[in-house]
């Protein structure tokens, strides 16, 4: 097989899935006719694959999972969603009169959220943004976005640039997976194989399929609540509190320490 | 990124999708808790990815393409339906009182069609299901199968294999896609690439993965009536009518000569 050439994975899945949602546009037809499902792919190192609809990157919230409802809620001041992707709870903090920030990585991503009406996004890698004057008092990490640390060598620097960009008593609330409370033998494999290797169990290496596009292969963490904690050791965030509600997802609310 | 291993993809993900469906049995969750859709994907030898749901491998009638029942009205006689998978169209001719054997390659499919109801299956090539004693009147090769032609070195045996199965006068009746109404630039570039490697335009490469397996690459074939005409020459069977008002899928009706 040829090697799908990397590219704006997200972005070609979040143009397309908008497309169909509207109808407006050009979308994926079969045979030149029939509208096509919009289905994220993501692969795992260890051979396996999983499919998504990409649909639910654009819900309203009325379609979206309590937790993210949950979160809002502990938004307050200048907030900066990180990851904001098509907009989704950017655009309904911006409804809320709140001032917020859609970063992302994705040109793809922010071109749909600005199209559906996000006004402030930039479009940069949290690092690079880090060299920025503003300063926020929220960070949101939702979408499973506290996968964004990685793994114990990415998480420092990501929480330190996180700080540069913070006022003081700033939070970061973000949306976690628990990945252990499986019984899947094809899971609790990969568990031991990563601990094995020295990463941690839920210590994901993946990459993200659209199409004819591939991104490269990326960490991306799945971890428990302790966990975490032990991550933050030595950076300038304390957990404060988890909302584990939902089960395995939680929101893990992080302060500026000091 | 390891290999997957080879297995029965398509059988593994319809077990699932039914116990998606009917709520029994174990099936794929996220951390332990959380249902996941199940999702077909397609890879195809140019790097295009594709998901789709699987559900519809279990659609009852009501949830039918108009085709699929306009397809059941022309069978009679004695039914081997190619490729049952999970017995979708066979329950159905079963129900009506015909007389009907599901065909497939798939384990999990056959097993997953039986549970379903379907009395009369065979795990099976059509190939070596042609030495069996047994003739039928019509061969229904729906859900895209007449794909299974696979492409000219492929066409005539399989098509002489069904002829040994067959009554006299039997018919094939078989639904097809033709490929080139499309203006996308992604499948216009892979129809020139096939021509120029001497392959018909929409002899697709393509293999299936599911969870952690994947099957061997193969050939499966969407053509138009024209090229289906040119394929059937030297065969037994001849092309009787194209009913193509759901465009572009289309229904093939194939009798046997003299």
Same mark, same amino acid.
């Given at each position: 097989?040829?090697?799908?050439?990397?590219?704006?994975?997200?972005?070609?899945?979040?143009?397309? #899935?908008?497309?169909?949602?509207?109808?407006?546009?050009?979308?994926?037809?079969?045979?030149?006719?029939?509208?096509?499902?919009?289905?994220?792919?993501?692969?795992?190192?260890?051979?396996?694959?999983?499919?998504?609809?990409?649909?639910?990157?654009?819900?309203?919230?009325?379609?979206?999972?309590?937790?993210?409802?949950?979160?809002?809620?502990?938004?307050?001041?200048?907030?900066?969603?990180?990851?904001?992707?098509?907009?989704?709870?950017?655009?309904?903090?911006?409804?809320?009169?709140?001032?917020?920030?859609?970063?992302?990585?994705?040109?793809?991503?922010?071109?749909?959220?600005?199209?559906?009406?996000?006004?402030?996004?930039?479009?940069?890698?949290?690092?690079?943004?880090?060299?920025?004057?503003?300063?926020?008092?929220?960070?949101?990490?939702?979408?499973?976005?506290?996968?964004?640390?990685?793994?114990?060598?990415?998480?420092?620097?990501?929480?330190? #640039?996180?700080?540069?960009?913070?006022?003081?008593?700033?939070?970061?609330?973000?949306?976690?997976?628990?990945?252990?409370?499986?019984?899947?033998?094809?899971?609790?494999?990969?568990?031991?194989?990563?601990?094995?290797?020295?990463?941690?169990?839920?210590?994901?290496?993946?990459?993200?399929?659209?199409?004819?596009?591939?991104?490269?292969?990326?960490?991306?963490?799945?971890?428990?609540?302790?966990?975490?904690?032990?991550?933050?050791?030595?950076?300038?965030?304390?957990?404060?509190?988890?909302?584990?509600?939902?089960?395995?997802?939680?929101?893990?609310?992080?302060?500026?320490?000091?």
């Amino acid at each position: 097989m040829e090697q799908p050439p990397i590219g704006d994975v997200f972005g070609e899945m979040i143009r397309d #899935a908008y497309a169909v949602r509207t109808g407006v546009g050009p979308r994926p037809l079969a045979g030149g006719r029939v509208p096509r499902p919009v289905i994220e792919v993501i692969e795992r190192d260890d051979g396996l694959i999983n499919g998504a609809p990409a649909d639910h990157y654009l819900g309203e919230p009325a379609e979206w999972q309590p937790h993210d409802h949950r979160a809002l809620r502990l938004c307050r001041g200048h907030v900066l969603d990180v990851g904001t992707g098509a907009g989704r709870t950017a655009i309904e903090l911006q409804r809320r009169g709140m001032a917020v920030t859609g970063l992302d990585t994705s040109p793809g991503a922010i071109d749909v959220a600005r199209r559906r009406g996000l006004r402030d996004t930039v479009l940069n890698t949290v690092d690079a943004f880090a060299g920025a004057s503003v300063r926020y008092d929220t960070f949101l990490l939702l979408g499973n976005n506290l996968g964004l640390l990685e793994g114990p060598s990415r998480a420092p620097a990501l929480l330190a #640039a996180l700080a540069r960009l913070a006022n003081p008593g700033a939070r970061i609330i973000a949306q976690g997976t628990d990945p252990y409370g499986t019984t899947d033998p094809v899971h609790v494999a990969y568990h031991q194989r990563n601990r094995e290797r020295g990463r941690l169990g839920g210590q994901l290496r993946l990459r993200l399929r659209y199409r004819r596009l591939a991104t490269e292969w990326f960490d991306y963490l799945n971890c428990s609540a302790e966990e975490l904690e032990m991550l933050l050791q030595g950076t300038p965030w304390r957990l404060k509190a988890i909302d584990d509600e939902d089960r395995p997802y939680y929101l893990a609310v992080m302060e500026l320490a000091g």
